[in-house]
């Protein structure tokens, strides 16, 4: 049996390494909800994926579902929306990012009523970004420096 094509608006969330020349490129989509996707050869220096999977880029999204597991294959990338502005324009306070983070999770359907976002977020993805804490630290520093 050959997988089934699918294409689907999403938006970017999370890149990491597969192998040397793989990713694994997490989305969240219109129509599939949150998936995870291999875009294989990603990492090769004349990939067609090379400058389309960043974070937050919004992105149709063509993709061969797998019958057997969770990891579908990514087929084709076309950019609708880089976001420019919060690569250069942002200014981030933990307010902000809290918000961001319980936003997330409640589009995603993994924040209960008494849980935590970043909790429920990190269940959902294996694990928060490692840069977090001292992100956090260093605006809670910031704010009281203030």
């Known amino acids: 049996m050959s997988p089934v094509n699918a294409t689907t608006r999403g938006i970017l969330l999370r890149k990491r390494k597969l192998s040397d020349t793989s990713l694994i490129v997490s989305w969240c ?6 998936i ?7 990492r090769r220096p004349r990939s067609p994926f090379r400058g389309q999977l960043d974070l937050f880029f919004e992105a149709e999204l063509s993709i061969a579902k ?3 597991s969770n990891l579908h294959t990514l087929r084709e990338v076309v950019v609708v929306n880089a976001f420019a502005g919060i690569r ?5 306070d933990q307010r902000a ?9 409640r589009i995603t ?3 209960g009523a008494k849980s935590n976002a970043a909790v429920a977020l990190a269940h959902l993805f294996g694990r928060l970004p490692s840069s977090r804490p001292a992100l956090l630290k260093s605006l809670a520093s910031d704010k009281d420096g203030s």
């Open 29 to 34: 989509t219109n129509s599939l909800g949150i």
């Open 36 to 42: 995870q996707t291999v875009a294989r050869g990603a």
């Open 66 to 68: 797998s019958r057997k």
């Open 109 to 111: 359907g993994v924040q």
């Open 97 to 105: 990012i809290l918000h961001f983070e319980t936003e997330l999770a």
């Open 88 to 92: 250069t324009e942002y200014d981030p």
